[in-house]
């Protein structure tokens, strides 16, 4: 399987989930969590949790939170590759989903805007592997050029690339022309139907897919409830309806879900509608989960539904990082051999208690508070240190 090198945000969500219909100007009951975020972060993680290889460029703070996205990343066995911004703080993003599910996102992107150029490794950008660009990245001025390098370096070395079209109000703020001038190049696009709209102006999914294989020799447009459409110049249109989900707990994430099980069947060759099924595949696994990403569990921890496809569930349940965590605790863990106890009861002999005051150096402060007492005609030394003296 090729090697998925994915460059975009990382966030930390605070995700609240109203029980009752939002009260404006009030008070509403939520629970309130928090979760690892960015889109290309979550790309990134759905990628290594259903046992893609993977990489992550990205920025982060050096905080607290940065520090834990960088661990989780490295929990889902992703490569990541996060420079450390000593001034700004890791991204965040407020993520408000009412009591129907529906959301609104405030970010703060942070440390990601400052991505640049010269935080790319160039180790990553070889033959045969595949760059997946965050739109967000695309979008924020800020990284930008860092995202156009990370294109400009993999076309010049072979390197397959895909884009995706964040959110329908950045790409809108940016506008369509400008857009498709970042992203001409990128041979798979990744857009949902508001998306679509934005860049073509087409109401019908498939009319904007047309539209769209004028910039991008491929399209996929994520109709939500409805599946997936994969469109190419000269192809029929193919569409997949989507698994029936019981309950839709929290839809954060789960485009990049489809992102990430649309790619490695896709860049296997599989046919359209086998990358589609596996796309959706995840998407409807992250629809029955709070928060953006799989959940990642301790050793020994069992994953809810773990979804079924062709990766195996026990990498969802222990990610080769965890695995070889708990193996390192087992050998901690073995007998201690009865000469090394022996050894350490001696070194650990009790030291007899001793008064502060009967030390050598308090018998030696002592006595110059005496000298000096008797040279004053008066007593110098406190009460209670004359009286343990005499």
């Known amino acids: 399987m090729a090697r998925i090198v994915v460059i975009g945000d990382l966030m930390t969500d605070t995700v609240a989930h109203a029980t009752l219909p939002l009260a404006r100007g009030s008070d509403t009951p939520a629970k309130v969590t928090t979760h690892g975020g960015g889109s290309g972060g979550n790309v990134a993680a759905w990628l290594g949790a259903d046992g893609a290889d993977v990489a992550f460029i990205g920025r982060r703070g050096a905080d607290i939170a940065g520090r834990n996205r960088d661990m989780e ?13 000593p001034e700004r703080p890791t991204g965040t993003c407020v993520v408000m989903v009412t009591h129907k599910g529906e959301r609104t996102m405030l970010s703060d992107p942070g440390a990601n805007a400052a991505l640049s150029p010269d935080d790319l490794p160039h180790d990553l950008f070889i033959p045969g592997a595949h760059l997946h660009v965050s739109g967000y990245t695309l979008l924020s001025e800020g990284s930008r050029a860092a995202a156009l390098a990370a294109l400009d370096f993999a076309g010049r070395v072979g390197m ?20 498709f001038e970042l992203t001409g190049n990128a041979l798979l696009l990744f857009v949902n139907v508001a998306q679509a709209r934005v860049l073509t102006g087409r109401e019908d999914p498939e009319a904007a897919a047309r539209v769209l294989t004028a910039w991008y020799p491929q399209v996929v447009i994520k109709l939500g409830g409805d599946g997936a459409l994969f469109f190419a110049n000269g192809r029929p249109p193919v569409r997949v309806p989507a698994p029936p989900v019981e309950r839709v707990i929290d839809g954060t ?74 193996l390192r605790q087992k050998t901690r863990r073995q007998p201690v051999p009865p000469e090394v106890l022996a050894r350490q009861k001696t ?3 009790p030291v007899p208690p001793r008064s502060s005051h009967g030390s050598p150096m308090a018998k030696t402060a002592i006595a110059a508070g005496r000298d000096a007492a008797a040279k004053a005609g008066g007593c110098l030394v406190p009460r209670g240190v004359q009286r343990l003296s005499g």
């Open 347 to 349: 070194r650990r002999q």
């Open 253 to 326: 994430g789960a485009g990049d879900a489809f992102t990430a099980g649309f790619l490695p069947a896709w860049l296997d060759k599989k046919p359209p509608m086998e990358a589609l099924a596996s796309g959706c595949r995840l998407a409807a696994h992250a629809l029955n989960l709070i928060g953006a990403r799989p959940i990642l569990l301790s050793p020994g921890g069992t994953t809810p539904r773990t979804p079924r496809g062709p990766r195996t569930a026990a990498r969802w349940q222990k990610p080769p990082s965890y695995r070889a965590a708990a």
């Open 160 to 179: 397959s690339t895909s884009v995706d079209g964040a959110s329908a109000a950045p790409l809108e703020r940016v506008g369509a022309e400008p857009f």
């Open 73 to 85: 990343l490295m929990g889902y066995g992703v490569d990541a590759r996060l420079v450390m911004d």
